[in-house]
């Protein structure tokens, strides 16, 4: 088991930047696939990016492929997704999850509280 805490969001302009962290801790970090999602009101949580437990293969959402990138650092416990060029509809509250590296299933089963990131017109 992992327990997941993000942080690093805020208030920021169009075409700013923002970089979230994802604090991991329970369990070595390395043993885990990473992914953020993020959900705005009214609206279903929605997948954003992704890697494997080595942070080597990584995929995306058209949305934001070329703005943002995910990585990890296992060493210090920590996943990372830094947002350039942010937009508007980039608005939401967004979460990191993570899953067993050794797992079959795609789906992720363990997931943080959240962090809201707002990006102003």
């Known amino acids: 088991q992992v327990q997941l805490v993000e942080s690093g969001g805020g208030l920021v302009q169009t075409g700013g930047s923002l970089r979230l962290s994802c604090a991991a801790s329970g369990r070595t970090f390395s043993a885990y696939d990473m992914g953020w999602f993020r959900q705005a009101p009214g609206k279903e949580r929605e997948f954003v990016c992704g890697c494997d437990w080595s942070g080597g293969n990584t995929y995306y959402a058209d949305s934001v492929k070329g703005r943002f990138t995910i990585s990890r650092d296992n060493a210090k416990n920590t996943g990372y997704l830094q947002m350039n060029g942010l937009k508007p509809e980039d608005t939401a509250v967004y979460y990191c999850?993570?899953?067993?590296?050794?797992?079959?299933?795609?789906?992720?089963?363990?997931w943080g509280q959240g962090t809201q990131v707002t990006v102003s017109s």
């Open positions: 999850a993570a899953r067993p590296a050794t797992w079959r299933s795609p789906n992720y089963n363990y």
